[in-house]
């Protein structure tokens, strides 16, 4: 039981809507992570926060923004929906300073746009 | 810019065997690795982490090694079970980046 839940489990949307994506860290982490999952592949990073700012980005473009609060959850936001959006979008949480930084993820939101 | 790889993509082993799964990274200069087990159209578990600093670790039969000098890492299943079945992943943590460099993932199956 890593504690870092998701929601929702399931969307589905059209293209050129907008998504938001949400996820509860586990309690005592203050770094979470996003990534997307496209079927078949390894999870690609798309950015991280640390103490609600933006600390870190892949290469994905800026229609992919994201929020983080002060109780450490987070938001996704996907504007202007492409086909190829479609994937599981992965955030995961850890407590950064620790020894290990183990990061915890979980369980997913699979996204379908059509 | 780090790059991950894992060999093999798939891998079909009778139960009871003892299986090895490979983990190859291009930037030595990393700060951890991690192994993860994902079942299909799941998140991912966290098995095992090797700081830059150790060598292997272990966790009842899994063990990981680490090899900074060649790029590598190695997860050794001891035993394996038809339980065991899922896709493993390795991810890399380097010094420069704040993110983990995840590899494509190895689909194992173990057949009772």
């Known amino acids: 039981e890593t504690g870092v839940t998701q929601s929702p489990t399931h969307l589905i949307k059209t293209r050129g809507q907008q998504v938001t994506l949400r996820c509860s860290s586990q309690s005592g982490h203050n770094t979470v992570s996003w990534y997307q999952q496209a079927l078949g592949q390894g999870p690609q990073f798309i950015f991280q926060?640390?103490?609600?700012?933006?600390?870190g980005r892949g290469n994905f473009p800026p229609r992919f923004s994201g929020l983080q609060f002060p109780n450490y959850s987070s938001e996704l936001n996907v504007n202007a929906l492409e086909l190829d959006d479609s994937a599981l979008y992965l955030c995961?949480?850890?407590?950064?300073?620790?020894?290990?930084?183990?990061?915890?993820f979980g369980p997913g939101t699979r996204l379908l746009v059509l | 810019k780090q790059e991950v790889t894992q060999i093999p993509a798939a891998l079909s082993v009778p139960e009871g065997e003892n299986l090895v799964l490979n983990c190859s990274f291009t930037d030595s200069a990393i700060y951890n690795l991690q192994w993860f087990r994902q079942d299909p159209g799941k998140g991912l578990t966290s098995l095992l982490l090797?700081?830059?600093?150790?060598r292997e670790q272990t966790s009842g039969r899994l063990n990981a090694s680490l090899d900074k000098s060649s790029g590598r890492s190695t997860l050794y299943i001891a035993a394996s079970q038809p339980g065991d079945s899922a896709t493993y992943l390795c991810a890399a943590r380097d010094n420069y980046g704040q993110n983990f460099v995840f590899g494509p993932g190895t689909r194992l199956s173990v057949l009772p």
């Open positions: 995961a949480s850890r407590r950064a300073g620790g020894y290990q930084e183990t990061q915890y």
């Open positions: 090797i700081q830059s600093s150790q």
């Open positions: 926060y640390y103490r609600e700012e933006e600390n």
